[in-house]
């Protein structure tokens, strides 16, 4: 699944009419997760991933004020798609354990297709500065409360268990969610989409009254 063009909003967003320069950032970003990946988020200069991008530093700090915004953006790309999805899966009018169900493999599918990108943020989010670890928390967290809302929902409905804390359902199903990139590999038996429905499996299994 396509991420969008980080020109077009966030810390990236100072756009341009120019479609070749329009590229520009996606190109700081597909370097910066390469080499943050190969060698790691401290030991990778702003010199190597300009160089490796084909830009100038300056290119660089039109579109992103440090290096932190490289490894928060690489994260944050993902997370808005996620949430992008989980609101327009909230908002259908199909019932909702459903909607919970859909909610729960798409994060699936959409962590493995930006695995990579996870797993550089998580290994190196200790190394961003505070302000940019509370806005990842805050991203986070408005997902995180918008998926259990769907818990609740069905809950009050009575559909879902009840006997079961919603935030706690959230955290647990997550981590595992969080997980996959320590043994998910591309190419292995398991497809993305297998391994979303065998998760989902679960998570709904755990909530039947």
């Known amino acids: 699944m396509a991420l969008e063009n980080p020109a077009d909003r966030g810390t990236a967003g100072r756009g341009t009419a120019d479609p070749e320069a329009?590229?520009?950032?996606?190109?700081?970003?597909?370097?910066?997760?390469?080499?943050?990946?190969q060698e790691g988020f401290d030991r990778t200069p702003?010199?190597?991933?300009?160089?490796?991008?084909?830009?100038?530093k300056g290119a660089l700090y039109h579109y992103f004020d440090s290096k932190d915004?490289?490894?928060?953006?690489?994260?944050?790309?993902?997370?808005?798609?996620?949430?992008?999805?989980?609101?327009?899966?909230?908002?259908?009018g199909a019932p909702v354990e459903q909607r919970l169900r859909a909610a729960a493999a798409d994060v699936v599918v959409t962590s493995i297709a930006n695995l990579d990108d996870s797993k550089i943020f998580f290994r190196s989010m200790h190394q961003l500065g505070e302000e940019?670890?509370?806005?990842?928390?805050?991203?986070?967290?408005?997902?995180?409360?918008?998926?259990?809302?769907?818990?609740?929902?069905?809950?009050?409905?009575?559909?879902?268990?009840?006997?079961?804390?919603?935030?706690?359902?959230?955290?647990?199903?997550?981590g595992?969610?969080?997980?996959?990139?320590?043994?998910?590999?591309?190419?292995?038996?398991l497809a993305a989409e297998t391994v979303a429905e065998y998760f989902a499996d679960l998570l709904?299994?755990?909530l039947r009254p």
């Open 22 to 37: 329009a590229q520009v950032p996606r190109r700081l970003l597909e370097a910066a997760t390469r080499l943050f990946a």
């Open 46 to 56: 702003v010199r190597r991933i300009v160089e490796e991008a084909g830009v100038t």
């Open 132 to 174: 940019k670890q509370k806005e990842v928390r805050a991203e986070r967290r408005r997902y995180h409360e918008r998926f259990r809302a769907l818990i609740e929902e069905g809950q009050r409905g009575g559909v879902l268990r009840d006997g079961v804390r919603a935030d706690l359902v959230v955290d647990f199903y997550f």
């Open 176 to 189: 595992s969610v969080h997980h996959l990139g320590t043994w998910y590999r591309e190419g292995g038996p």
């Open 69 to 92: 915004d490289l490894l928060h953006e690489i994260y944050a790309r993902v997370l808005r798609l996620q949430t992008e999805n989980l609101e327009r899966i909230a908002a259908t």
């Open 204 to 206: 709904m299994t755990s």
